[in-house]
T-cell receptor
Framework: AQRVTQPEKLLSVFKGAPVELKCNYS??????LFWYVQYSRQRLQLLLR??SRESIKGFTADLNKGETSFHLKKPFAQEEDSAMYYC????????????FGQGTRLTINP | DTGVSQNPRHKITKRGQNVTFRCDPI?????LYWYRQTLGQGPEFLTY????????KSRLLSDRFSAERPKGSFSTLEIQRTEQGDSAMYLC????????????FGPGTRLTVT
């Protein structure tokens, strides 16, 4: 069965420190991985996807098929990064059916 | 606001009652997804439509749940004979089918079953 695991429910770091949010997945096929973010009082929105290989708001994520991981990283955290982050896996079967992890609440302390 | 909208935003109902939620997607989007999110968990896929056709339903969607998208535009999700376990946030998302598909989420409808 497809599964996404985010081992940390809560993560707290100081402003300017590096951030890494962990995500591991299990899927026998060829996955597409995403990070979604939900800021306070806002709706869920796409942050980045592995096929884009982009850096969004200073965040990057690399798909490691050997370790089945897709960790989200940022070298210098900012206070506005405080939010709920969800890792998601798309099972590509003609539609983007997303399987989400349980989420990590990131708090950036001043 | 031209994003995905959902109504109502909050619904409190008594166990055994029927409820219906509505989702209005972004106008040109041909795919529409429903998810359910319980406290402390990520969203869970329920079902999706391509235009008016419902193409997949999760095993989470019991017989008490039904979804429609009659004209390929807005969608409704009905829960019959609600149970306390149905209490959750119900999220709708829409997208344009493409190689770089991106789902845009609505604000959700929070259901509380008493």
């Amino acid at each position: 069965a497809q599964r996404v695991t985010q081992p940390e429910k809560l993560l707290s770091v100081f402003k300017g420190a590096p951030v890494e949010l962990k995500c591991n997945y299990s899927y026998s096929g060829s996955p597409e991985l995403f990070w979604y973010v939900q800021y306070s009082r806002q709706r869920l929105q796409l942050l980045l996807r592995h096929i884009s290989r982009e850096s969004i708001k200073g965040f990057t994520a690399d798909l490691n098929k050997g370790e089945t991981s897709f960790h989200l990283k940022k070298p210098f955290a900012q206070e506005e990064d405080s939010a709920m982050y969800y890792c998601a896996l798309s099972i590509i079967q003609g539609a983007q059916k997303l399987v989400f992890g349980q989420g990590t609440r990131l708090t950036i302390n001043p | 606001d031209t994003g995905v909208s959902q109504n109502p935003r909050h619904k409190i109902t008594k166990r055994g009652q029927n409820v219906t939620f509505r989702c209005d997607p972004i106008s040109e989007h041909n795919r529409l997804y429903w998810y359910r999110q319980t406290l402390g968990q990520g969203p869970e896929f329920l079902t999706y439509f391509q235009n008016e056709a419902q193409l997949e339903k999760s095993r989470l969607l019991s017989d008490r749940f039904s979804a429609e998208r009659p004209k390929g535009s807005f969608s409704t999700l009905e829960i019959q004979r609600t149970e306390q376990g149905d209490s959750a946030m119900y999220l709708c998302a829409s997208s344009l089918a493409s190689g770089r598909e991106e789902q845009y989420f609505g604000p959700g409808t929070r259901l509380t079953v008493t």
